[in-house]
């Protein structure tokens, strides 16, 4: 995920409120706004990013766990 809106430069974190197209374009909630939720780069439909509530790794880790000792 990308971490900054590609027109304002203004982040957008794992936990924060942002707009993607189907190419993963990323932008702020003011910018998405502006453009009428319409990606100026590809002129998709830019739709609310899920949110992440755990990191990659923590994600990762949990499933190694469970492969080897299947908790």
Same mark, same amino acid.
């Given at each position: 995920?990308?971490? @900054?809106?590609? @027109?304002?430069?203004?982040?957008?974190d794992?936990?924060?409120?942002?707009?993607?197209?189907?190419?993963?374009?990323?932008?702020?909630?003011?910018?998405s706004?502006?453009?009428?939720?319409i990606? +100026?780069?590809?002129?998709?439909? $830019? $739709?609310?990013? +899920?949110?992440?509530?755990?990191? +990659?790794?923590?994600?990762? $880790?949990? @499933?190694?766990?469970?492969?080897?000792?299947?908790?």
């Amino acid at each position: 995920m990308k971490k @900054q809106c590609q @027109q304002c430069q203004a982040k957008t974190d794992e936990a924060d409120l942002a707009f993607i197209c189907s190419f993963e374009c990323t932008f702020c909630s003011t910018c998405s706004d502006h453009h009428d939720f319409i990606c +100026p780069n590809c002129s998709g439909e $830019l $739709l609310q990013r +899920p949110r992440r509530t755990r990191t +990659p790794l923590d994600v990762s $880790l949990d @499933q190694v766990k469970k492969k080897l000792f299947g908790k």
